[in-house]
């Protein structure tokens, strides 16, 4: 049996593209050697560290993911999120998001026991808010969240980020993901979708 991200490598043509989507949206980015684990289920492939998802959008920590991970980023940011800054108080800029974890090579339930390989271990993406505070600059990052989230009243809790992730886990879902987004592009049968 093939190891789950030599599955996920793509041809060189669609990663090419992907890289050449990010390079016109103004990402910087570095291509990494291949993630190799003792555990053939994890790793990447194809592996990028980016420092910057937009013009004048810096990651921290410049994370390392698969470049499909970092083109859903990009887009989401560009189509959702940015527009939504424009309808807060003093209209905001983003300049910076901080990646709770990206890559890390474990189960589902965040042990090397689990039968199922997290979407961590395949360099997906978690983000951390600010920690709890009472100042404006918190109030504006939880609304930025949620409007990006859920941009619209009507819309059900799959709006947003489920427009450009196959999952979408945060605050409400459960207590593991009470303080960040745990934002994904895993493959399901049937284009199925997990957005809470």
């Known amino acids: 049996m093939r190891p789950l991200p030599d599955g996920l490598r793509g041809s ?18 570095s291509e990494e050697p291949a993630i190799t684990e003792e555990n053939p289920d994890c790793g990447i492939a194809r592996p990028i560290s980016v420092s910057q998802i937009l013009p004048g959008v810096t990651l921290d920590g410049d994370p390392v993911m698969r470049c499909e991970t970092a083109r859903q980023l990009a887009f989401w940011l560009n189509g959702t999120v940015l527009p939504a800054t424009r309808f807060l108080d003093g209209a905001p800029r983003l300049a910076a998001i901080a990646p709770g974890s990206t890559y890390q090579c474990r189960g589902v339930i965040g042990t090397q026991s689990s039968a199922n390989v997290s979407e961590h271990a395949l360099g997906m993406l978690s983000t951390s808010p600010p920690s709890p505070s009472t100042t404006a600059k918190a109030t504006r990052s939880r609304r930025v969240r949620t409007t990006a989230i859920w941009p619209r009243p009507f819309w059900p809790r799959s709006g947003g980020a489920c427009l450009y992730f196959t999952t979408v886990l945060g605050p409400g879902t459960n207590a593991a993901h009470d303080n960040h987004l745990h934002l ?6 049937g284009g199925f979708r997990i957005c809470q």
Do not use: V
């Open 184 to 189: 994904d592009i895993k493959a399901r049968k």
């Open 12 to 29: 060189d043509l669609g990663h090419s593209a992907c890289l050449l989507t990010l390079y016109l949206m103004g990402a910087r980015y």
